[in-house]
């Protein structure tokens, strides 16, 4: 029974460095690889942290229904496949996914079970010195990220759990936590929960 970990936050909350450290972390979870339109940053190669398409054709494959969610941000599209979760579920995986807001509301709908959690930076001084910390954009694209993210935090509300990722090691033994505690449900344990059971009769 595979449960989809939704992971959100504005752009240099830290949720890649918090997702990478899972998935090295706990067994039997995958990372959901989405598809985008944007072009291929520095080292990123096609099908490790994106599959790169043209605009086109995610539009194709949108009106196909083939994506969980999809979204458009800052020009460009990005959507998770549902072969992400087929593939997941047929190998006995979890599956975390890094989207946004509007991807995530999308996602809940289709799968209502599915575990949300909303990662923040501590303020917003120190979401600005970790994104020109990186030396990857301008001061104008800075402010846009920063005006983006007061939108999304406005909508905190909507995810099961949030994380203050105000020290990276916390931030990642509560993300684990929480990984552990959902696989831990009664819905999760039936299957071994049974065979105990039928040892007492």
Known sequence: ????????????????????????????????????????????????????????????????????????????????????????????YDLVLDIDVQGARQLK???????????????????EERLRSRGQDSDEVIQRRLREAAEEIRNYFRYDYVLVNQEVAASIDSLVSIVKATRSRRDRMEDSIRPILETFL
């Open 1 to 92: 029974m595979t449960t989809v970990f939704i992971i959100s936050a504005p752009s240099g909350s830290g949720k890649s460095t918090l997702t990478s450290a899972l998935i090295r972390t706990v067994p039997n979870i995958r990372f959901s690889v989405s598809y985008t339109t944007r072009q291929p940053r520095g080292e990123e190669k096609d099908g490790e942290a994106y599959f790169f398409i043209g605009r086109a054709e995610f539009e194709k494959r949108v009106a196909l229904g083939e994506f969980l969610e999809h979204a458009e941000v800052f020009g460009n599209y990005y959507g998770t496949h549902i072969s992400e979760l087929a593939r997941a579920d047929r190998d006995g």
């Open 109 to 127: 709908e289709k799968i209502p079970a599915a575990v949300s959690i909303f990662v923040l930076a501590p303020s917003r001084q120190v979401l």
